[in-house]
Structure formats: C-alpha cells, structure tokens
C-alpha cells in the first residue's frame, strides 16, 4: 500500500500519495480506486480523509465515477504524463523532462550573454581594495533622510500609490527629473517627454524593441559600454563598431553604403575610454544624424561627476529636430538597486515606448517614485549630489596621485576629468598577462579589472578599469601601492 509522505494536513498526504500512483501508472488509467473504507483501513486514517482526498482528485480531473460502478482513474490522462513522474514526491523534474525550442531572440540572449560580461558579478569574499568600475560609494548616501522620506511615503500611502500607476511614471517624479535635466544638463523637455525606467539598461532594451527590426543596422561607439551591445544585438540588429578619436565619435568613419537605424553614444564621458565629446562634434554629430536620416541614442550615465574643464551641456539640448532619444539613471547618483532612471524621448516616440513599458512591467515601483521625487523637491538629491562629488573629486584626485607615485610612467590615464573611473594602460606589459596580475593581486586583496572585454577587438597593451568611487582616499592609495608591488612581482 501507499506510504504517506508525513507533510501537511493528512487528506492532503493521501491525495499526494494517489496521485502519485496515478501519474505512476500504479494505477493504470480506468482502473478501479480502492474504497474510501478500504483505503482509510489499509493508511489508518479516517474514511473522512480519504474522501476529502479522492474529492480533490475528482475536482482536478483525476478520477472519474461511472455510475452505479465505482470510482475510476480518468481514462484520459495522457501517457506522457503519467510516465514523466520520477521522483519519489511526486514533484515533475521540468529540467530532464522538457527542452523548450527557444525563439530567436532567446538563442541570441544565451549565446551573446555567454560572450559579454554583465554588470553583476558574484565574489566569493570581498576584496579590500576593489576597483571595480560601477559602484557610487553606498556610505556616502543619506540613508536616515532617505529611510524618513520613504517612510513617511509608506505610512501615508495614498489609494493612488496603492493601485497600478501610469507606466510612463508618476507625475510628480516626471516633473522633477524634466527640472532637474534641464538645470543641470541643459535637456529641453516637458515631463511628459519623461519616461521613468527601470535603470539606463531599460532605456536600451526599450529603445531596441520599438526602434530595431531584425537585420538593422546600430552603430555602437568602441570600445563600447556591453549592456548597449546586448541589448540591439538580441533585437537582431547587426551591430556596427564606430571609431573614436580624441573627440570622441568619428561620424566621418561610418559605413555609407547602407542606412544606419540608430547611433549609440556616451558624449559625455565615453564607455570605457572616458573621452569628452566637445561641442562642435556634438553639432557634427547631429548634422551627420540629419543627413543620413538616423536616431541617436544618449546614453547620460554618469555625467554628473565633472570635475575639470567646462561641462558641456548634453546633446539632446543641442538637438533641434528631435532625433535624440536621452537617458540617465539614478544607480551612480542614489544606488543601483534602486532601478530607477529616466528616458526623455522625442514627441513622436513617447506614445510607442510607453506602450513596449507597460507590457514589460506596467511601470516601476510607484512608492520608491514618489519617494524619489520628495527627495529630489525637497532639496536632499541636490545636497546629497554635491557632496558625493566633492567625495569623488578627493578619491580621483587621490586614484591620480597614487598611480603617479607608485607607477610613475609605468602607466598612461586616461578619461579623467568625469565620472566615476579612470583608464590605466600598463606600459610594456602585454595584455596576456592580466589574468595572472589579477591574480596575484586579489590575493593581496586587490581587485582590478581589465578593459578588454569592451573591446571587440581586445587590445595588446593591458588596460585595466579603474573605478573608484567605492573606497576612500586611504584605501586607494593603499591599493595602487599593493597593485605596484605586485607588478614589480610579475616584471
Ligand atoms: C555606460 C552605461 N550605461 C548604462 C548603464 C546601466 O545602468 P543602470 O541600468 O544601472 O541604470 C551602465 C551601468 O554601469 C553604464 O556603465
């Protein structure tokens, strides 16, 4: 007879035990159940059990009566039902079982995902000096501030918060984001041009899914930020590499022979190599997107940090035909789990990409939303945003100094005067060496990171990515010096 497998109410462990024998062919489909008297006998349970089990069974299609002749196992269940069942709880093990034929689009995710690093990389123990590019520093936030104005969001939580917004953003976050971009990045736009996204990597999924059709043409700059890649190259864009100068994005360089869809660019402080695109490439740049009737996607990510030379206003606000589609995120300026960033779309566009938003997720999170705003009205981004800079300025100041004073001319900088990382090529010494170098490092508890895996074309000499906001002034110095130790190790 059946055992019981001893979890839960016990009608529950009988309908689990027949229909185990049901989907194991120990009961063959139309044959006879045994009595609900028998079977409460047989288990030692009360007939009332075993009837409430067999009503279950009745209820989703298990058994079946034939009238004045009993109770049956339905005769229906297919075969490959029953004989799918292999472990002994009677749970389907989905994974031996079945092989879903994957869309194109799901064929493209795995292999591309397998190539290209993703932004989240699990460590098995944190390194000391971790100069991993994409963190703001989390002890620099405000957390009270931001916890009190959550709070008090959360404890008053209108019936409006409650309920599904819309999926463009609340208002109130859309006017201070439309306020914000055009005081501190000269973005000319109406909050409702405003879309609120879940972080820059939404904005480019979006884009891809409303703007790229299979075989497109996209040009990324390279080297090139790998999120941006992924996300065109899955939509079946081919995907096409634009050269850079010192001046970032050399249009002049670009295919002719076929129209491009959309242009992807960093002008602000180009991923990875850090170049500033000044003003009159942007115009070359918006002329050249006029000429050959493309879109162009800016990619704002981290622009806020400016430390040297004028800031140049983004390109969206030079743009007068409404061929840029802006985007900018709140991870490097709050925190990265919070997935909120924003796109500021051309008129024509907003209708379709608030459509492709609502469909993948109807909207973010409206409490964090309203959070934010009150947040950003009440004056505690902006405070919040000078001080974090002024951090920032001290670490890259201090990133610079230390590399100049442990490696000297062992080592060329590049992209220093915004955002978040510095680019370090190692002077004569060859780029197959990195992963050893890494090596060593990290157990001097030093994390650093090559560049190559935003190059399609992986370079010779051994860049590394610098990031630097997430350690202190102390422990940048103190991780260069190690770094410099190790390299004189290895040479
Ligand atoms: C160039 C660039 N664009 C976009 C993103 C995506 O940022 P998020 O999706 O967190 O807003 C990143 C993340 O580091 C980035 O470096």
Request: with cysteine; charged share 25%.
């Amino acid at each position: 007879m059946w055992t019981l497998d001893g979890d839960g109410p016990l009608y529950q462990q009988v309908y689990r035990a027949a229909r185990r024998a049901i989907l194991s062919a120990e009961l063959a489909p139309g044959t006879r159940v045994p009595s609900t008297r028998g079977l409460a006998r047989d288990l030692g349970v009360s007939r009332n059990t075993v009837i409430l089990a067999y009503d279950q069974l009745f209820s989703e299609g298990y058994l079946a009566a034939r009238e004045g002749s009993g109770t049956f196992v339905a005769s229906n269940l297919p075969d490959d039902l029953t004989e799918s069942i292999r472990s002994d709880r009677g749970e389907r093990r989905q994974a031996d079982i079945f092989s879903p034929r994957l869309a194109a689009y799901g064929r493209r995710l795995v292999d591309l995902s397998d190539r290209q690093p993703l932004t989240w990389e699990a460590r098995a123990a944190p390194l000391s000096f971790d100069f991993r590019y994409g963190r703001p520093n989390f002890f620099d936030f405000p957390h009270d501030t931001w916890c009190r104005v959550l709070a008090r969001r959360a404890r008053r939580a209108s019936v409006k918060q409650l309920d599904y917004g819309p999926p463009a953003g609340r208002d109130e976050l859309r006017s201070a984001i439309a306020e914000y971009l055009w005081r501190s990045r000269g973005v000319v736009c109406t909050p409702e041009q405003v879309v609120v996204v879940n972080g820059s990597q939404q904005a480019l999924d979006l884009a891809a899914r409303v703007l790229v059709d299979q075989g497109d043409r996209v040009v990324i700059e390279e080297p090139h930020y790998p999120g941006a890649r992924l996300a065109f190259e899955c939509a079946g864009a081919e995907v096409v590499a634009g050269e850079l100068d010192g001046d970032g994005l050399r249009v002049d360089s670009l295919p002719a022979d076929r129209p491009i869809r959309l242009v992807y660019v960093t002008p602000a402080h180009q991923f990875p190599s850090g170049v500033n695109m000044p003003v009159q490439r942007r115009l070359e740049v918006l002329a050249w997107a006029e000429k050959v009737d493309t879109i162009i996607f800016e990619d704002d990510y981290d622009s806020e940090f400016r430390y040297s030379g004028r800031p140049v206003e983004a390109l969206q606000g030079l743009d007068r035909a409404g061929r840029v589609l802006y985007s900018g995120t709140f991870s490097k300026l709050m925190f990265p789990s919070l997935r909120l960033g924003y796109m500021v779309l051309p008129a024509a566009l907003v209708a379709p990409v608030v459509a492709a938003k609502a469909v993948c997720d109807t909207g973010c999170s409206a409490l964090d939303q309203v959070a934010l705003a009150d947040f950003m009205q009440e004056g505690h981004f902006d405070r919040h945003l000078r001080r974090s800079r002024t951090r920032n300025a001290k670490r890259r100041e201090a990133l610079l100094h230390a590399l100049q004073r442990y490696l000297g001319d062992r080592v060329e900088v590049s992209g220093v005067n915004a955002g978040l990382h510095v680019l370090a090529w190692l002077q004569g010494f060859a780029a197959r060496r990195l992963p050893a170098l890494r090596r060593r490092a990290a157990e001097q508890g030093v994390g650093i990171y090559p560049v190559s895996p935003y190059y399609r074309e992986p370079p010779k000499r051994a860049g590394l990515l610098l990031g630097f906001a997430s350690l202190q002034e102390r422990e940048i110095d103190e991780g260069i010096r190690r770094l410099a130790s190790v390299l004189d190790g290895e040479s």
